[in-house]
């Protein structure tokens, strides 16, 4: 069973510090996104990474995907009360359609 | 709105009882997917439908069972569920294509949530 390991389980915060998230697998995949999920509402797409070594910014996040196809980092610059939420990286298997989730970081930012 | 819509959003149901939950989106899209979150495991795949066809059952019970009649609609129908199936339950659809990687976006319906007494 292929799995997706995210690291820390939980990240609590103050406004304006660095954080940096951890997504880890066994398996290649063709393509890794990390979602954004807020109560009450569905996972939403932040990124996706699809070539080994890529990174990619949006405005404080930043996204790497490992070189090997295996592993990826999500970093945040000054973290925001708004950026609270669970993040969650799902790998993707070529043509399969099949996206596996990630154990889920859960990040509380204090004001 | 993320143009999938999920009923009921809540929905409380004793261990004999069968419902269903539906799924409609309004994006063009031609895969949708069952997914179960609940507290303690990460997000699970249950069902993927590729152009209305079933491309993967993550092994899950035959107490769980998708249809999908067209493109836009899935339903998962409930029956004799168990308290553990108490859970989040998450519509998603995205774009497949015609092959190699998939990077369409996942777009996720905001869930139903299922107690089962």
């Known amino acids: 069973t292929q799995l997706l390991e995210q690291s820390p389980q939980f990240l609590s915060i103050q406004e304006g510090e660095n954080l940096t998230v951890y997504c880890n697998s066994s398996?290649?995949?063709?393509?890794l996104q990390w979602y954004r999920q807020e109560p009450g509402e569905g996972p939403v797409l932040l990124v996706t990474?699809?070539?080994?070594?890529e990174v990619k910014k949006l405005k404080r996040l930043t996204f790497q995907f490992g070189d090997a196809r295996k592993d990826s980092s999500l970093h945040i610059t000054a973290a925001q009360p708004g950026d609270t939420g669970l993040y969650l990286c799902?790998?993707?298997?070529?043509?399969?359609?099949?996206?596996?989730f990630g154990t889920g970081t859960r990040l509380k930012v204090l004001a | 709105e993320t143009g999938v819509t999920q009923t009921p959003r809540h929905l409380v149901m004793g261990m004999t009882n069968k419902k269903s939950l539906k799924c409609e989106q309004h994006?063009?899209?031609?895969?949708m997917y069952w997914y179960k979150q609940s507290a303690k495991k990460p997000l699970e795949l249950m069902f993927v439908?590729?152009?209305?066809?079933?491309?993967e059952n993550n092994s899950v019970p035959s107490r769980f069972s998708p249809e999908c009649p067209n493109s836009s609609h899935l339903f998962l129908h409930l029956h004799t569920l168990q308290p553990e199936d108490s859970a989040l339950y998450l519509c998603a659809s995205s774009q497949a294509g015609s092959g190699g990687p998939n990077t369409g976006e996942l777009f996720f319906g905001e869930g139903s949530r299922l107690t089962v007494l």
């Open positions: 799902a790998g993707e298997y070529g043509g399969t359609y099949k996206y596996i």
């Open positions: 439908y590729n152009f209305k066809e079933q491309t």
């Open positions: 990474v699809v070539t080994g070594g």
């Open positions: 994006l063009g899209h031609n895969a």
């Open positions: 398996s290649v995949f063709s393509s």
